[in-house]
């Protein structure tokens, strides 16, 4: 059994800044790509960062230049700071990996329970 687990989010007011974290563990036999999507009420679910397991990475034009995607590999860790955070960053954030589970041969997209980031104006 895979999990991932978040950490991180809270209330913070305009300008200030959160980091998220999320911790895959069980069987996964290999990591490609991590990665944070956020969903705001009434919205869809949409891609803030991601990151290959080559160091690639990937931003939505809302955050770049404000969020930073780091990855440890060997911990399959990502995390994602967050600065000048806006009331728009409010959203359930969501920690996706798609990895290989020991035992499988195909690569399949895993995703966190969430963490609520409110930020007040």
């Known amino acids: 059994q895979v999990q991932l687990v978040e950490s991180g989010g809270g209330l913070v007011q305009a300008g200030g800044s959160l980091r998220l974290s999320c911790v895959a563990s069980?069987?996964?036999?290999?990591?490609?790509?991590m990665g944070w999507y956020r969903q705001a009420p009434g919205k869809r679910r949409e891609l803030v960062a991601g990151m290959t397991s080559r160091g690639t990475t990937n931003y939505a034009d809302s955050v770049k230049g404000r969020f930073t995607i780091f990855r440890d590999n060997a911990k399959n860790t990502v995390l994602l700071q967050m600065n000048s955070l806006k009331p728009e960053d409010t959203a359930v954030y969501y920690c996706n990996a798609d990895l290989r589970v020991s035992g499988n041969y195909a690569y399949t997209a895993y995703w966190g329970q969430g963490t609520q980031v409110t930020v007040s104006s």
């Open positions: 069980g069987s996964i036999f290999s990591i490609n790509s």
